[in-house]
């Protein structure tokens, strides 16, 4: 079954940028699904932030989008979030997920998540 | 956006209830809807797609129901394990949004 596993720095400098990398395993992230990343600060509510297809096709929140680059790595079977010009406000869990029908779907395979906390 | 709209926003409930969480699209969004349910520190987890699909895996003491701007997600049952918070999600229009989250508590 298709597990996902973030990593990347838990602590990034206000006005830096957040890099993170889901990878794929027991799946490929050339199978006809759409990966995406969510996040949920703390206390609060879930946020999508986009998602990405293994052509290359993304798609974006557009409260984020001026921020935000997800790119994939096929020989690597992994896609990445680069957030920059971080806030306090970006300090959340970052989940990467899989989505469950082809683009904007629902997400049937969640990572564990990591935690960033954008401090100084 | 879309928003979306979950009521209540905390439910206190005993185990064997029969548990009603409602989520309210601010337009129409077909059967695009989703519910996760969310323990603490943990990942959601998927339970039902399309409005009405149970995921594969999940009891069938959870449905969904709904369409159009009103769902409802209904445990028949509250097991212990069912002690968490639940989130639905629409799909019908960029961006994917969230509704703010229902926290099922012990009464």
Redesign the interface.
């Given at each position: 079954q298709v597990q996902l596993q973030e990593s990347g720095p838990g602590l990034v400098k206000p006005s830096g940028t957040l890099s993170l990398t889901c990878v794929v395993s027991g799946g490929s992230i050339s199978s006809s699904n759409w990966w995406?990343w969510v996040r949920q600060p703390p206390g609060k509510?879930?946020?999508?932030i986009g998602e990405i297809y293994h052509s290359g096709t993304t798609?974006?929140?557009?409260?984020l989008k001026s921020r935000v680059t997800i790119s994939v790595d096929k020989s690597k079977n992994q896609f990445s979030l680069k957030l920059s010009s971080v806030a306090a406000a970006d300090t959340a869990v970052y989940?990467c997920a899989r989505e469950?029908?082809n683009y904007?779907?629902?997400?049937?395979v969640?990572?564990?998540?990591t935690t960033v906390t954008v401090s100084s | 956006?879309i928003q979306m709209t979950q009521s209540p926003s905390t439910l206190s409930a005993s185990v064997g209830d029969r548990v009603t969480i409602t989520c309210r699209a601010s337009q129409s969004i077909s059967s695009w809807l989703?519910w996760?349910q969310q323990k603490p520190g943990?990942?959601?987890?998927?339970l039902i797609?399309?409005a009405s699909s149970l995921?594969s895996g999940v009891p069938s003491r959870f449905s969904g129901s709904g369409s159009g701007t009103e769902f409802t997600l209904t445990i028949s049952s509250l097991q212990p394990d069912d002690f968490a918070t639940y989130?639905c999600?629409q799909?019908?229009?960029?961006?994917?949004?969230?509704?703010?989250?229902t926290k099922v508590e012990i009464k």
């Open positions: 995406s509510g879930l946020e999508w798609n974006y929140n557009p409260s989940y469950g029908d904007r779907s629902w997400l049937d969640w990572g564990k998540g | 956006d989703a996760y943990k990942a959601p987890k998927l797609y399309k995921e989130y999600q799909f019908n229009t960029y961006p994917l949004t969230f509704g703010g989250g």
